[in-house]
């Protein structure tokens, strides 16, 4: 199998690696890709954003599988091109991938399914922020409701923080999402689905805020950890039954069947899994960690979703123990990044030791340079999640990027026992 993989993040990296273990995979091609991804595949430049390139680029290379990564393409209908060119595509169509899109449009699908999630409310102009500010809050939940890479929430306890945010917002001609506040330890369960047929991968628990202990703004995502020592038994499961299953079948049923990944961001409150966010496509950096588990062929199994044959497979396999995975991330991110600094200690890692995947990373005259706001994830496994900290934290200690900075927490709060779900 010939694999194009379209992104050029730490999640792509993660998803060559992991296709590349799969003997069925001869061959994978990334487009753009970056840095780090060029030392294990071909790179081949593309406009991500254009269906008609990208199906160009398929049919050049005689792809038998285009994986897309980030959800702009994929809003943007990539995915129905590539297939109208007749290659099996892993990602959902742009109907589909609404569920992403367009938050409206993802709530509407969530209260015909009877999944539960925050309450919302659109708000337009800035004459009518203040009323509906009064309808929330304490705590606040203000969003971008347009695709904003993580970076469009606030969450605040503070008014006139989240008045900010909202005005600014508003300012900038994108309108803005209120919601209510949903308590309960965040989940990230990412399921393969193929129509009605819902696989769940492991699931696994971000880091948003940029600093430690939770401090500071929301970013694309700090660092991840998989699987969740605290979440009960069955929880994924019961996520599956409740959550992922009733909104692919009512996708199904509005004629937008989901082909992919479908990646539920859910609060685990006293009254069960409620839903933040739907995403239509695998989650960075959680990512990383996950397929770092993974021990079930990846070419196979996207592949299949891809062809509506998800069903005919078996479970996926997973290795025992714990994954980690932490950002290191540039100077100033995630407001304004400093890009073009050199990073060293990146390159060279022994076989016990965490795999560095880039992210924002390019080459300046011969030398690597950060080029993104997250530079690298730098990912560790062990048999527990105490040894995949280690490992990962003793790994990231060793790579210098002048002004660089990752949360040294990532993982720790389960350690430690500190996450608990309050009981109904
Ligand atoms: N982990 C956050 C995201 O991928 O959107």
Request: proline share 7%.
């Amino acid at each position: 199998m010939r694999a194009l993989v379209i992104g050029s993040g730490a999640r792509e990296h993660a998803l060559v690696l992991a296709l590349r273990r799969d003997p069925a995979v001869t061959a994978v091609v990334v487009a753009p890709g970056n840095a780090g991804i060029a030392q294990h595949a071909e790179l081949r430049p593309v406009d991500p954003s254009s269906g008609e390139a990208v199906a160009a680029l398929a049919r050049e290379i005689d792809a038998d599988l285009v994986v897309i990564g980030p959800e702009v393409p994929l809003v943007l209908g990539v995915a129905d091109a590539v297939r109208a060119a007749g290659i099996a595509c892993f990602g959902p169509s742009a109907s589909a991938a609404r569920i992403e899109g367009s938050k409206a449009f993802a709530k509407d699908v969530m209260a015909a399914a009877g999944v539960r999630t925050a309450h919302s409310e659109i708000v337009d102009t800035p004459a009518d922020l203040d009323a509906a500010l009064d309808r929330f809050g304490p705590t606040w939940v203000v969003k971008d409701d347009g695709l904003a890479a993580g970076k469009g929430v606030v969450v605040t306890p503070d008014r006139s923080a989240a008045r900010d945010h909202g005005a600014e917002l508003l300012e900038q001609g994108h309108p803005v999402l209120l919601e209510s506040f949903l308590d309960g330890p965040e989940v990230s369960l990412f399921c393969l689905v193929d129509g009605e047929t819902v696989v769940p991968l492991l699931p696994a628990q971000d880091h948003k805020r940029v600093g430690d202990g939770d401090s500071g703004p929301n970013t694309g995502g700090m660092g991840a950890y998989t699987p969740l020592p605290w979440l009960p038994a069955g929880a994924v499961e019961e996520i599956v039954r409740d959550v992922v299953a009733p909104v692919a079948a009512e996708l199904v049923r509005r004629d937008a069947a989901f082909s992919g990944l479908l990646y539920a961001g859910l609060a685990m409150g006293a009254a069960g899994p409620a839903v933040v966010e739907f995403n239509c496509r695998f989650g960075d950096p959680e990512t990383q960690a996950v397929l770092a588990l993974l021990e079930s062929p990846l070419g196979e199994l996207l592949h299949a979703t891809a062809t509506g044959r998800l069903a005919e497979l078996p479970a996926p396999r997973w290795a025992d123990g714990a994954a980690v995975t932490v950002v290191l991330a540039a100077e100033n991110y995630p407001a304004h990044p400093r890009l073009g600094d050199v990073v060293a200690g990146a390159g060279e890692t022994g076989p016990d030791e965490a795999t560095v995947l880039h992210a924002g990373t390019a080459l300046r005259d011969g030398a690597l340079v950060s080029a993104g706001g997250r530079v690298l994830s730098v990912v560790g496994t062990g048999a527990d999640l105490a040894a995949a900290r280690e490992q990962a934290y003793a790994r990231i200690s060793s790579i210098k990027l002048p002004g660089s900075h990752y949360r040294t927490d990532i993982g720790l709060g389960a350690v430690q026992n500190r996450i608990a779900l309050s009981s109904s």
